[in-house]
């Protein structure tokens, strides 16, 4: 996943994030029962783990925001998106598409196709003006 988001070096920060998006959900379609058990039993596994153990969770889950948070930045470089806390918004933005992947494994959205509607959330918002 990290080297495809890699590749999207240069790319303009919107197609990167869309990218983001596809890379997470198509890692999720295939490892969604063991990112389930991290996300509902965090914390016991967290609890029950070692102090190593509870760095690699941190390591990891600031590895999925790094990407996010730099195509964020290079957005605002670009003017394509508003002065926002890349950080921040990187952390909002997994946790849309950690909503929409459960969407996925329920059934209630379909991949590839409803990627679209989170395109469209954070390019366009839900308030129309």
Same mark, same amino acid.
């Given at each position: 996943?990290?080297a495809q ?8 920060a919107v197609?990167?994030?869309q990218a983001?998006?596809?890379a ?10 063991y990112?389930?058990?991290l ?6 596994l967290?609890?029950?783990?070692g ?8 390591e990891a889950?600031?590895g ?10 290079? #957005?605002?470089?670009? &003017?394509?998106?508003?002065r926002? =806390?890349?950080e921040?918004m990187?952390?909002? %933005?997994r946790?849309?598409a @950690?909503?929409?992947?459960? #969407?996925?494994?329920? &059934?209630?959205l379909?991949?590839p =196709? ?6 469209d %959330?954070?390019?366009?918002? @839900?308030?129309q003006?």
């Open positions: 996943m990290i988001l890699e590749a999207m070096q240069g790319a303009k197609d990167t994030l983001s998006a596809v997470f959900f198509q890692f999720y379609s295939t490892n969604h029962a990112f389930d058990l996300v509902t039993k965090r914390a016991e967290v609890r029950e783990s102090v190593d153990i509870v760095q690699d969770f941190e889950g600031r999925a925001v790094g990407p996010i948070a730099k195509a964020y930045s290079a #957005g605002i470089e670009s &003017g394509d998106f508003r926002r =806390d890349p921040k990187a952390f909002v %933005l946790a849309v @950690i909503g929409m992947a459960v #969407g996925f494994r329920e &059934g209630n379909k991949f =196709d409803d990627v679209a509607l989170l395109t %959330l954070v390019l366009n918002g @839900i308030i003006s």
